[in-house]
Nanobody, 122 residues
Framework: QVQLVESGGGLVQAGDSLRLSCAAS????????MGWFRQAPGKEREFVAA???????DYADSVKGRFTASRDNPENTVYLQMNNLKPEDTAVYYC????????????????WGQGTQVTVSS
């Protein structure tokens, strides 16, 4: 069992930056991929970014060039640095732990965090 706790959300203006953190406990952190997802009001949850066990990353087209995912294995933490935020980035952001070394979209997710709200005003 993996427990995930996100932090770092908030209310910002368009163009600002935020860094989300997700602290994991309960399993060997370096042995699985981690993902970031988001869900806006009235919309389905969508993939944002992922980082595999080696630290290699993948991003949704909508955030490429603006968001950076990273992980600190000794600290059991994954991060999502979000720059040049836009109003359309407003959503609840969730981190997820995979059962696999490589991220696989919405499949093979072992655990979800509780989510953290990000609101971007125009």
């Amino acid at each position: 069992q993996v427990q995930l706790v996100e932090s770092g959300g908030g209310l910002v203006q368009a163009g600002d930056s935020l860094r989300l953190s997700c602290a994991a406990s309960g399993r060997t952190f370096s042995s699985y991929a981690m993902g970031w997802f988001r869900q806006a009001p009235g919309k389905e949850r969508e993939f944002v970014a992922a980082v595999n066990w080696k630290g290699n990353t993948d991003y949704a087209d909508s955030v490429k060039g603006r968001f950076t995912a990273s992980r600190d294995n000794p600290e059991n933490t994954v991060y999502l640095q979000m720059n040049n935020l836009k109003p359309e980035d407003t959503a609840v952001y969730y981190c997820a732990a995979y059962t696999t070394l490589m991220p696989t979209g919405f499949k093979n997710i072992h655990s979800w965090g509780q989510g953290t709200q990000v609101t971007v005003s125009s």
